[in-house]
């Protein structure tokens, strides 16, 4: 069965930091694209960052995140990062991944805070 479990999240003052893990189970991760998507309360989802199958050698991001954010994978442990700098309060969101496109079913995401 495929899987994708987010973690990681958590409260946060703006300026901190925080990383993200994306692990999956039930098939070879690297062989897909994989981004970070976020979605606020009453918001649709947003994509952030998504980085390229096999090595990851190529990296894309929203103007959003861009300069903040970074994604990386790990293909040994099956999973995907986002190491999140600088945060906002405009964050504040339910993180989730998935590959690109949206091809697994989404997992319950990890919500993270950014208090002011």
């Known amino acids: 069965q495929v899987q994708l479990v987010e973690s990681g999240g958590g409260l946060v003052q703006a300026g901190g930091s925080l990383r993200l893990s994306c692990a999956a189970s039930?098939?070879?991760?690297?062989?897909?694209?994989v981004g970070w998507f976020r979605q606020a309360p009453g918001k649709e989802r947003e994509f952030l960052a998504a980085?390229?199958?096999?090595?990851?050698?190529?990296?894309y991001y929203a103007d959003s995140v861009k300069g903040r954010f970074t994604i990386s994978r790990d293909n040994a442990k099956n999973t995907v990062y986002l190491q999140m700098n600088s945060l906002k309060s405009e964050d504040t969101a339910v993180y989730y991944c998935?590959?690109?496109?949206?091809?697994?079913?989404w997992g319950q995401g990890t919500q993270v805070t950014v208090s002011s």
């Open positions: 998935n590959t690109v496109p949206s091809g697994w079913a």
């Open positions: 039930g098939r070879t991760f690297s062989r897909y694209a």
């Open positions: 980085v390229s199958r096999g090595g990851g050698g190529s990296q």
